[in-house]
C-alpha cells in the first residue's frame, strides 16, 4: 500500500492538487484494488483467442437508406423563424 500512497501524492502533486491524508490514504487503497483487478485479468489465459476490439459482435442497427416522399415546401417554411422567396432566411455569415 506504500507504493499506492507514493503514486496517488506524485499524481496529487502533477495535477496541483492538494489532498488531505484521509484523502490519501483513500485513494491509495482505491488504487491499490485497482491494481489487483488488473493482476488478476493478466493472470487469464488468453493464448488461444483472437484479439477482438469489442466483448460483443457488433451489429448496424439502422435501417436501410431508401427515399421516401418528403414535405412539401410550404409545411417546411412555415416552422422557418424567416423565409424569403420560398427558402430559408439566415443571418449573413461573413
Excluded: W
Excluded at 51 to 61: A, D, G, I, K
Amino acid at each position: 500500500m506504500d507504493s499506492s500512497l507514493d503514486l496517488v501524492r506524485h499524481v496529487a502533486r502533477l495535477a496541483r492538487l492538494e489532498l488531505t491524508p484521509e484523502e490519501e490514504t483513500t485513494f491509495g487503497r482505491q488504487l491499490g484494488q485497482i491494481v489487483e483487478y488488473v493482476e488478476q485479468v493478466q493472470a487469464v489465459d488468453t493464448s488461444g483467442l483472437e484479439p477482438t476490439s469489442h466483448c460483443m459482435p457488433l451489429v448496424n442497427v439502422v435501417r436501410a437508406d431508401e427515399p421516401s416522399p418528403g414535405l412539401a415546401r410550404q409545411e417546411l417554411l412555415a416552422n422557418a423563424p424567416r423565409a424569403e422567396a420560398g427558402m430559408f432566411r439566415v443571418p449573413k455569415i461573413l
